[in-house]
DNA sequence: ATGAAAGCGCTAACAG
DNA sequence: CTGTTAGCGCTTTCAT
């Protein structure tokens, strides 16, 4: 048996084909097919007629093994399961194919060996370039060694120190300090952040990772502006109780002096505040205010309707794809680092600060 | 300048490179790294060093072209950041990875010219085989096209009558006759549906697709078991209300004899009746007893937690992804249809019935 | 068990 | 503007 001729009456047509068809070249045919050099308008109408009448489609396995470009692009996140990354790989697949290039998507649970061995099989894959929110802080050589091997690499969502790639990021610093000002500015003083510690969910429970750093800083700076110097004691980063959000959550509502506001670093955590706050009769927002990270959906239809930071989530992913492309189409300019801003939705969950027994 | 053979130290090697460094000809060289055919075993064991010492990595691009196979599959879905498609699509690339395929990920929103468009190029790429959440039950000649034409499909989540490829869907009918039937068992006669119609908040206002029939029909069989032979009061197929669940579920539990319970055909639904129901001063599950499809973050997070029927969606995606493959490495059996049971997580959203003015 | 040679479908130098 | 000629990197008969 022979391997990949098609038996039956509809072998594929190839070029050979299509030219003899049209009673030329098997370049000029490429040439009018693939629309390159110069080729009579005559000619090129009578390939494109023969093409189409043999209903010719262009073997692109064939074309990438010379160009040297597939015009497929991976994208290596966490967990396509968490919304976060669920809309970023919505924008990256819908700017990836408004630009002519298809996606090969690939999970890592924040595992950098997980990463590394997609790395590398998105690489045999010929991917054109790679868009990856790293794992890892540290453990990154394989993406400097792709990029400068020719498969340039974007970094989502996350920066990472000393690693000079593109990037595409939100204002994390910014945002929190923005939702903190609120909550400052309407009198709150007992102000905490709850978080569970690392980049949306991570596992790891020592690297807060960029996003997790920077919303701290954010934090701390608002709280710092507003003459609050001891900016710790209402900062709970979770690693404790098995990384619970609602015990965490209960812990903190449940001490001596419990904070009046509370701003949640995601919406898992938002959720777990949510349910503390209930299980201890405390009302939102009467007895306690609550910002939270993400836009998601139960933030708008849940009553009272939760405040949140909202994070651009599609452009995120589409603005990395477009970075991605300026460097497989040549680009060469130094490493830029996109700051994409967020919008704080105001909605019900935030009041003015009041005394608590 | 030459267009693919990289400059710089670095040019990847190549079986020629390989064989050279081996002292044996590319053909022995391609066996052994292959395995297939036969290499002796100290040859075997020179390439194995040699591809080791020069770092050679094959080129997939290459050997697709022979193979005629890419290891690669396509999902064509509606819409990623659908949570059940989120976690369907987890399901498909992990289950993928694990028998070493890479998958290309698109997205239709339901549009069935666009599912035209990914099937096409997804071919174009060569992918191995296809799975696919048909968005319309009619238009689906690309389907059996791709299928006869060598590049086999599976249906996922929706069944199309006439079509028979293989399918992976979920008991939708059991499911939905199982939470209506233990509204009954506590005494509830009137029971509502609430949907968005159409598959998971689909934009067509028509076609409930054959998930949602599937539901409609599960609930109205449990009905005419009890007796109920009006099964049509409190079925509502949200065509109306500009497809807002929350204003839909206002209009029913406002109405003069309002259901006593609501079963919600998906999660968004749900958050609607939900809001709707505190709008309106009704306490769940006091007032109101509610059920929702989909096991959500939310559903297990808010108070009461809301009782579900929870989809084996990561199962479902493995599952296509099994017997597609099964078909990629030859299968000729006939049509498969897998039906997945789902489970009813009991929880605090459901009481027994009681009067209401 | 191994090597020589053919070829997958396409593009890209280079002549004309 | 067009055709001829080489390959891309790999697998696979077919001899040996």
Redesign the pocket.
Known sequence: ??????SGPH?????????REA????????????D?????????ERVRAAAQKLG????Q???S???GRTHTLGAVVADIQNPFFAGVTRGITDAARAAGYQVLLANTDEDPAAERAAVKTLRDRHVDGLIVSPASTTDTAHLTAAHTGGCPVVLLDRRVPRLDLDSVTVDNHGAAQDAVRRLLAVGHRRIALVSLVGNDAADDPVDPGSTGLARMAGYRAALREAGIDDTGTYLRTGAFHGQDPALLARDLLDSPAPPTAVFATDSLVALGVLSAARELSLRVPEDLSVITFDDTDWARAVRPRISVVAQPVQELGAQAVRALIARVEGGTHPPEHTTLPTEFIERESVARARNRA
């Open positions: 048996m022979t391997t990949n001729r098609r072998r594929p047509a190839t070029i050979p084909d299509v030219a009673g030329v070249s098997r370049s000029t045919a490429s040439r009018a097919l693939a390159y050099g110069s080729v009579s308008p005559e000619a090129r010719y489609r262009p073997n396995l064939a074309r093994m010379i160009t």
